[in-house]
């Protein structure tokens, strides 16, 4: 079974960067790659996404320009740069392997993100 683990969170003033990891058990070569956030009391969203195969790039219209997605699939990890943190990006950021309409694997612990003053 493929693991999944999200490394990276942490409290970061509003302004503040992070840069988070996803290392993935098995090789995600020939998987879309995404990055998904799920604050409290919501459903969890996408964020940012990465074909495997031309490394073409999707972000959600709030992330847009803060965020960089990109992966080492001789790592068999992703990463997401994240700039220009606002509160609203308060929320357990999770990675998972896209697979149609769906995820590919069980989602892993995720990773806490809190931007706070």
């Known amino acids: 079974q493929v693991q999944l683990v999200e490394s990276g969170g942490g409290l970061v003033q509003p302004g503040g960067s992070l840069r988070l990891s996803c290392s993935v058990s098995?090789?995600?070569?020939?998987?879309?790659v995404g990055w998904f956030r799920q604050a409290p009391g919501k459903e969890r969203e996408g964020v940012s996404c990465?074909?495997?195969?031309?490394?073409?790039?999707y972000y959600a219209d709030s992330v847009k320009g803060r965020f960089t997605i990109s992966r080492d699939n001789a790592k068999n990890t992703v990463y997401l740069q994240m700039k220009n943190l606002k509160p609203e990006d308060t929320a357990v950021y999770y990675c998972?392997?896209?697979?149609?309409?769906?995820?590919?694997?069980?989602w892993g612990q995720g990773t806490q993100v809190t931007v706070s003053a």
């Open positions: 998972n392997a896209i697979r149609g309409e769906s995820v590919a694997f069980s």
């Open positions: 098995g090789s995600i070569l020939n998987y879309a």
């Open positions: 990465i074909n495997g195969n031309d490394g073409s790039t």
